[in-house]
């Protein structure tokens, strides 16, 4: 039973280390990604909106 909690101390500890590794965006650049991110789900959503219009056209014309 002590190793077991004595891995999982270990774990978060490292985890711990390893997180003040990471190199964090500034305000601006999250706001970047966070656009980028908005602007491509948009532009998918849209797309595949329209491929949908385009097939269930297509599926009722056949039919």
Do not use: Q
């Not at 077991?4 to 711990?16: A, G, L, T």
Request: glycine share 4%.
């Amino acid at each position: 039973m002590k190793g077991k909690f004595k891995s999982f101390f270990s774990f978060f500890s490292e985890s711990w280390a390893e997180l003040k590794k990471v190199r964090w965006p500034n305000r601006k650049e999250l706001t970047n990604y966070t656009l980028i991110v908005i602007g491509t789900v948009t532009f998918v959503t849209i797309y595949f909106w329209v491929l949908d219009i385009g097939i269930s056209a297509v599926i009722e014309a056949i039919i």
